[in-house]
């Protein structure tokens, strides 16, 4: 079975079990990744109060942690969430955000991957080498790197982490210790509206909950945002439109637009 139609698989089964994605992200996307879950037909939950992770990774399907917008008790929230998670063989998806740009930021993340493990790192190439420790400079949240210089930072955590990186640019790749994909598709006015790594991080979650492969999940995750993206960018004037067409193009995708929006580079 090729890639696409494996990711065209997920699709199906994200909307046939709708599973729950308990998701710890911030304030800045909240309603975008909430509202890009409901379309693609998974159902999100955003709680964040320490005192009820167990009861909420208890129902959910898997875990997303987004530390776009840090705090002290968020953290908390996070190493309780993702180490509850992981005993409980949830699948977890770590969104490192703006790592680099700061020591709090940089140190909540070593954290994280140490005590938590993630199942799939999401991330820009600036964040990746900034969490593998590479030369990478980070500007807030946006990458000032192409994807192919982080490829050895990618290589280097899934290995160490026994984890699977999916990294986010014009050419995304999907990376765990034993197999690489490069994907092309989407739009250049994804970089244009806030979020959509944030929402890339989501879905990839919504995919992790209902394949037993991370690394289908990852790549699932990556096409299916190429996929709604490039169908979107075809009705959109501008990013406002691009935004409402995004979260159109994710509710209707069906497996010809998948197929005709993604381009799979092995």
Known sequence: MTILNRAWNVVERIRSKAPLVHSI????????????????????IMAHAQEEMQEMVGISNSLVLNIGTLSAPWISSMLVAGKAAKAASKPVVFDPVGVGASSFRTQTCTKILQEVGPTIIRANPSEIMALAGADGQTKGVDSMHETQTAEEAAKYLAEHFDCVVAVSGERDMVVSATEAVWLRGGSPLMPKVTGMGCTASAICGACAAVTESAFDAGVAGMIIMNA??????????????????????????????????????E
Request: aromatic share 6%; with cysteine; glycine share 12%.
């Open 228 to 265: 709604a993206g490039g169908i979107a960018a075809a009705k959109a004037v501008g990013p406002g439109s691009f935004q409402m067409h995004f979260l159109d193009a994710l509710y209707s995708l069906d497996k010809e637009g998948l197929m005709s929006h993604c381009m799979v580079e």
């Open 25 to 44: 992200t911030n304030y800045v996307v909240m309603n975008n990744t909430a509202n890009g879950l409901l379309a693609i037909g998974a159902s999100p």
